[in-house]
Nanobody, 122 residues
Framework: QVQLVDSGGGLVQAGGSLRLSCAASGRTFSSYAMGWFRQGPGKEREFVAAISWSGASTYYADSVKDRFTISRDNAKNMVYMQMNSLKPEDTAIYYC???????????????WGQGTQVTVTS
């Protein structure tokens, strides 16, 4: 069992930066791949980024590539996502998730955080 708590969201102007954090409980955290997903107003949940259990492999949606960076610290049971050059279209609730493989498919993730709101103004 893994419990996830997302934090770090907020209100920022376009071009600004935010760093999201995901705190995980459970001894087996380091065995899980982690992902970030988001759901904007009136939109379906979409993949943002994923990282393998070791941190050696990362994957990004085309829309955030070169702007967002996912990372993890297994010693601290933490996952992060640094978001730079934010755009109004990045406005969404962001969720971290834990699963067996780093993938863009939400169905592969077993555990989800409660979400943290990111709002980007123009």
């Amino acid at each position: 069992q893994v419990q996830l708590v997302d934090s770090g969201g907020g209100l920022v102007q376009a071009g600004g930066s935010l760093r999201l954090s995901c705190a995980a409980s459970g001894r087996t955290f380091s065995s899980y791949a982690m992902g970030w997903f988001r759901q904007g107003p009136g939109k379906e949940r979409e993949f943002v980024a994923a990282i393998s259990w070791s941190g050696a492999s990362t994957y990004y949606a085309d829309s955030v590539k070169d702007r967002f960076t996912i990372s993890r610290d297994n010693a601290k049971n933490m996952v992060y996502m640094q978001m730079n050059s934010l755009k109004p279209e990045d406005t969404a609730i962001y969720y971290c998730a834990a699963g067996t493989i780093a993938t863009a498919k939400p169905s592969a993730y077993y555990y989800w955080g409660q979400g943290t709101q990111v709002t980007v103004t123009s």
